[in-house]
Nanobody, 118 residues
Framework: QVQLVESGGGLVRPGGSLRLSCQTPTNIFGSYIMGWYRQAPGGQRVLVAR???????NYADSVKDRFTISRSDADITIYLQMNTLRVEDTAVYYC????????????WGQGTPVTVSS
C-alpha cells in the first residue's frame, strides 16, 4: 500500500488561492501517474490534474489556466496550486497514485476538504 499524506485544504473566499500538498514516504514518481481528484457534495470523484512520470500533464477543462500541478523530487511531494478559486471548486480533494500500468495498483489519500465561500 502506498501512503499518501495530503495537506493544505481549508476555507477560502472566491478569487483566493490555496496550495495542496501530497507527500509520499519514498520517491515513487517514476512508476506512478500522480494526480489530484475531487469530489463535490453529492457528486462523483473526478480528475482535476495529473502528472505522468515523464512530465506530461493533463488538466480538467474546468481548472485549466487556474490550477497548476507540480512535483518535487527533493521533497517527494506533489503540489496543486489553485488560484482564482470559485464556489464550484468546493470539494474534498484526493491525491492519487495510479500504478496500474506497472502492476502496482491504484492508491488514494484520505482527502483534504476545500471550501470556497464568501
Amino acid at each position: 500500500q502506498v501512503q499518501l499524506v495530503e495537506s493544505g485544504g481549508g476555507l477560502v473566499r472566491p478569487g483566493g488561492s490555496l496550495r495542496l500538498s501530497c507527500q509520499t514516504p519514498t520517491n515513487i514518481f517514476g512508476s506512478y501517474i500522480m494526480g489530484w481528484y475531487r469530489q463535490a457534495p453529492g457528486g462523483q470523484r473526478v480528475l482535476v490534474a495529473r502528472i505522468y512520470p515523464g512530465g506530461e500533464i493533463n488538466y480538467a477543462d474546468s481548472v485549466k489556466d487556474r490550477f497548476t500541478i507540480s512535483r518535487s523530487d527533493a521533497d517527494i511531494t506533489i503540489y496543486l496550486q489553485m488560484n482564482t478559486l470559485r464556489v464550484e471548486d468546493t470539494a474534498v480533494y484526493y491525491c492519487n497514485a495510479d500504478g496500474e500500468m506497472w502492476f502496482r495498483g491504484n492508491h488514494w489519500g484520505q482527502g483534504t476538504p476545500v471550501t470556497v465561500s464568501s
